[in-house]
């Protein structure tokens, strides 16, 4: 019987990624693609992060909800990222000398791993500054490499298998299903932060009642 739950679930779970996919195609087709796949984006990974955290909420009401809320700031990053990257890259393909390609390499893996973060980032801190949350998301994906790794890994074992037998199903889940991993992934993350904070708080304050109860004992 609870296997036949899990399975119902996750047939559920597969159509409502289905379903934020095809939200996902239409917020970046009407912005243009350049304008329109931050904010698309951005709103995908936020309602995954719900379903991760165990919260059951509507989906297209929910998408446009965070598409408009992080609409300028959603924009923003994606471009500067687009612009980023073209710049990476067309470097890597003119530059000849060595050192500057190794530079450039160095770079283009720190420019990865904080593209993985930032839209996870952005949708569980509610700060403001674009570049503080890229800063962020650069050190988190930095912090926890072998989640980055891993998660790299999958992705992109996920577009090769499919596009090399199955190419339809990206229509379906090319988008989706990738950001709900980045959403689960970041979920992961930001809660071993939370307890590895809760505990060095802990033990701050378990060191400041000892000093204290020490000085009593000394007064």
């Not at 298998?161 to 889940?173: D, R, Y």
Request: charged share 15%.
């Amino acid at each position: 019987m609870k296997s036949v739950e899990k399975l119902n679930a996750f047939c559920i779970l597969l159509l409502k990624l289905v379903y934020v996919n095809a939200l996902w195609l239409l917020c970046t087709l009407c912005g243009g693609v350049i304008f329109g796949i931050g904010p698309a984006t951005y709103a995908a990974v936020s309602v995954c992060r719900q379903w991760v955290r165990g919260k059951d909420v509507p989906v297209a009401s929910t998408f446009w909800q965070y598409v408009k809320e992080g609409f300028r700031e959603s924009t923003a990053t994606s471009l500067l990222y687009m612009l980023a990257g073209t710049v990476l890259i067309v470097d890597l393909l003119f530059v000849t000398q060595w050192y500057v390609k190794g530079l450039l390499f160095l770079l283009l893996f720190a420019y990865g791993l904080s593209l993985l973060f930032i839209f996870p980032v952005m949708a569980n801190y509610d700060v403001k500054g674009m570049f503080f949350k890229i800063k962020t998301a650069f050190w988190i994906g930095l912090s926890f490499l072998q989640y980055s790794l891993v998660t790299t890994l999958i992705i992109a074992v996920f577009y090769g298998l499919f596009w090399s037998i199955f190419p339809g199903i990206l229509v379906f889940l090319g988008a989706s299903l990738p950001l709900f991993l980045l959403a689960w992934m970041g979920n992961q993350v930001f809660t071993r932060m939370e307890a590895l904070h809760h505990n060095e708080t802990k033990q701050l304050k378990r060191g400041k009642h000892n000093e204290q109860t020490h000085d009593l004992k000394i007064g």
